[in-house]
């Protein structure tokens, strides 16, 4: 198990696994719960990128390395702005996450963890998502788990994305406080009772 970090230690979250692990989901719901900007790094990626995964070619280093200049280029920003942000990206190898995090140590890994049947069922299922099923094996192939030294937060993709977006924030250290949305209406019951 992961050592809790503080959060006033983490500046990005850089959520990471293989296409169809739930990035973006649980990064987008992981902002709102804590309230931090959000970034997906599909965003970032040039279009000569889009089009090969349209056609179902595999990405190879050469297409990778100006999107990961580019998601750390956001990240540089993010901490030179003062804000806190995460951002989804795959980050399969670790010449990527070197790249994305290296030195930086408010920058922290969240690895979404799960096999290749169960995330490959979950593909299938997807109509708008521009990475085919077909290129699951190749994700898996590419695949290099983080290490400790990584300070990697490890959490499965079995439960519910609410689930995970909870277990993420008490491995952060933030512990069992409420949710942003049970905060805001508490915040607004009380604003009314005034």
């Given at each position: 198990m992961t050592a809790a970090a503080p959060i006033d230690d983490v500046a990005v979250l850089v959520v990471m696994g293989v296409s169809g692990s739930g990035k973006s989901t649980i990064a987008a719901m992981l902002a709102h719960r804590l309230q931090w900007i959000y970034e997906d790094g599909d965003w970032l990626h040039p279009q000569s990128n889009v089009e090969k995964m349209h056609h179902g070619?595999?990405?190879?280093?050469?297409?990778?390395?100006?999107?990961?200049?580019?998601?750390?280029?956001?990240?540089?920003?993010?901490?030179?702005n003062g804000e806190r942000g995460i951002v989804a990206c795959s980050a399969l190898k670790r010449a990527y996450r070197d790249i994305l995090i290296g030195s930086r140590r408010d920058v922290r890994l969240v690895y979404l963890q799960?096999?290749?049947?169960?995330?490959?069922r979950r593909i299938a299922a997807r109509a708008d998502h521009f990475m085919p099923p077909e290129l699951l094996d190749s994700q898996f192939a590419a695949l290099e788990e983080p290490q400790p030294d990584e300070?990697?937060?490890?959490?499965?993709?079995?439960?519910?994305?609410?689930?995970?977006?909870?277990?993420?924030?008490?491995?952060?250290g933030i512990g069992e406080r409420t949710t942003v949305g049970a905060d805001s209406e508490r915040a607004a019951r009380s604003q009314a009772e005034r």
């Open positions: 070619e595999p990405l190879n280093d050469q297409d990778r390395w100006p999107w990961l200049h580019a998601i750390a280029d956001w990240i540089d920003n993010t901490r030179r799960g096999d290749q049947d169960l995330i490959g300070r990697p937060i490890v959490v499965s993709v079995a439960p519910h994305p609410r689930e995970i977006v909870e277990t993420i924030v008490k491995k952060l």
